[in-house]
């Protein structure tokens, strides 16, 4: 009924503005038909991630493990003590069941977590330093994925931006001339999504602590990515992990519950426990709080960080990211060898590639990989591209000169067998257009 008042409405709508009314019984029929489709089929659906970015924010960024989501799916299924102490029969914190297992991992006296890290700094800022100046470096004034802005979230939470240094050089003398009766906060970020080289130069975590300490001011890091295991040897050198930036003694470390940590979407606040009391206690925090199936899922996520080895096997954006080559080509040559029927229809070879951790996190890094390239000769790639996009599920993939790439390292075994229908079906389709 739907879809027959909305296709008659757009017609209206056509006519009064004068459209011309050319369409036939058949063509009315047809589209209440494609309507009523679109109408039945969920919006959010899942799609297969061809493009080799583990960490997609639009396409969700971390995906989770099954154990991870059995878990959250059990809460959600029942009653939980979410908010209720079984010892004692009374009323419980939310905040309880991660806030022990993060102070574990992270080394720090307390930890939160609220909605998303933007809220956590927002949260962070409007706490510490509402109505004051907070010191930021110039070269640390980053942007990330359009709408989280660093002066844009310091004027949300009414702190005062009090920017120093140069775009590429800031030094510890510009922090402590800038410091004065009204400094509420020193804020280092961490500058995720970009890399300034050349003639620079930063202060780092350590110093800054140190000036704070001297001053009495507190010293926040927003680490965004927040990596919870140390990727030194596995030869990735631009991401503290948290635990390092905890011993350094900052006061307050902000990250992401969905980059680099493969958790669910959620800012993650650790460090003092002073501090951290008077975070939870701010009225903000009651509106940037997390539910049930995302507290099952962080604590699901973070209990595998108890054992390093167990964390890079089980979580999938570690999984992805540190994958031997081997397992990649392999799964390459899988979909070649099913794209052989379409042989006559496209080029089909199995090239090396590189992908990225995407989410703002490891700019630099490069992650070798292999991928299929498949060069249509009876479509254009960019017709190929938009169907594969239509089909169901999905297919994102990348097109680069005139073919178009899959990276296999985010393809999953269990998803080659519909990247291969799906290719097949296109492709033979395209043979004979009707
Ligand atoms: C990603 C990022 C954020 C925003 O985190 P969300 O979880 O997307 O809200 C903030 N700061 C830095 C440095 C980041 O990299």
């Given at each position: 009924m739907q879809a027959i008042r909305d296709v008659l409405d757009a017609r209206r709508t056509g006519f009064r503005k004068g459209a011309s009314p050319a369409f036939t019984h058949e063509t009315l029929v047809r589209d209440i038909a494609l309507e009523a489709e679109r109408l039945s089929s969920f919006s959010?659906?899942?799609?297969?991630?061809?493009?080799?970015?583990?960490?997609?924010?639009n396409l969700g960024r971390a995906s989770l493990s099954e154990h991870v989501m059995k878990n959250a799916a059990a809460?959600?299924?029942?009653?939980?003590?979410?908010?209720?102490?079984?010892?004692?029969?009374?009323?419980?914190?939310?905040?309880?069941?991660?806030?022990?297992?993060?102070?574990?991992?992270?080394?720090?006296?307390?930890?939160?977590?609220?909605?998303?890290?933007?809220?956590?700094?927002?949260?962070?800022?409007?706490?510490?330093?509402?109505?004051?100046?907070?010191?930021v470096s110039r070269g640390e004034l980053v942007e990330i994925g359009g709408s989280f802005r660093v002066p844009d979230v310091m004027a949300a939470s009414n702190a005062v931006l009090r920017e120093v240094g140069t775009t590429n050089k800031t030094h510890l003398f510009d922090y402590e001339r800038a410091i004065n009766e009204n400094t509420g906060l020193l804020l280092k970020v961490h500058q995720s999504n970009y890399k300034i080289t050349g003639f620079t130069e930063d202060v780092g975590i350590q110093d800054l602590v140190s000036l704070g300490r001297k001053h009495g001011i507190p010293v926040m890091y927003d680490?965004?990515?927040?990596?919870l295991v140390d990727l030194k040897p596995y030869g990735i050198f631009t991401e503290p992990a948290v635990q390092e930036i905890v011993a350094s003694g900052a006061d307050i470390i902000t990250f992401s519950g969905d980059k680099l940590l493969g958790g669910?979407?959620?800012?993650?606040?650790?460090?003092?426990?002073?501090?951290?009391?008077?975070?939870?206690?701010?009225?903000?925090?009651?509106?940037?709080?997390?539910?049930?199936?995302?507290?099952?899922?962080?604590?699901?996520?973070?209990?595998?960080?108890?054992?390093?080895?167990?964390?890079?096997?089980?979580?999938?954006?570690?999984?992805?990211?540190?994958?031997?080559?081997?397992?990649?080509?392999?799964?390459?040559?899988r979909i070649e060898k099913g794209l052989k029927p379409v042989k006559g229809q496209a080029e089909v070879k199995v090239v090396r590639d590189s992908s990225k951790a995407g989410g703002g996190s490891l700019p630099e890094a490069e992650f070798p990989t292999y991928a299929v390239s498949v060069r249509?000769?009876?479509?254009?790639?960019?017709?190929?591209?938009?169907?594969?996009?239509?089909?169901s599920p999905p297919v994102i993939a990348r097109i680069r000169e005139d073919a178009l790439i899959l990276d296999a390292r985010t393809i999953s075994d269990g998803e080659i067998t519909a990247v291969v229908q799906i290719i097949c079906g296109l492709l033979s389709d395209g043979q004979n257009p009707s």
């Open positions: 959010l659906r899942r799609v297969i991630n061809a493009t080799g970015i583990v960490i997609h924010t809460i959600g299924q029942g009653y939980s003590n979410l908010e209720y102490d079984l010892g004692t029969g009374k009323r419980g914190k939310r905040h309880s069941h991660t806030w022990r297992i993060l102070s574990w991992i992270t080394g720090a006296e307390d930890a939160f977590i609220v909605n998303n890290n933007a809220a956590a700094v927002l949260l962070c800022l409007n706490t510490m330093a509402r109505g004051r100046e907070v010191i680490l965004g990515s927040g990596c669910p979407q959620g800012g993650l606040i650790v460090g003092k426990q002073e501090l951290l009391e008077k975070i939870r206690k701010n009225p903000l925090a009651r509106a940037l709080r997390t539910d049930k199936l995302t507290i099952a899922a962080f604590e699901a996520t973070l209990r595998e960080y108890l054992d390093e080895e167990r964390a890079i096997r089980n979580i999938p954006v570690l999984h992805l990211l540190l994958q031997p080559q081997q397992e990649i080509h392999a799964r390459a040559k249509p000769s009876k479509m254009t790639v960019h017709a190929f591209e938009t169907r594969l996009r239509g089909s």
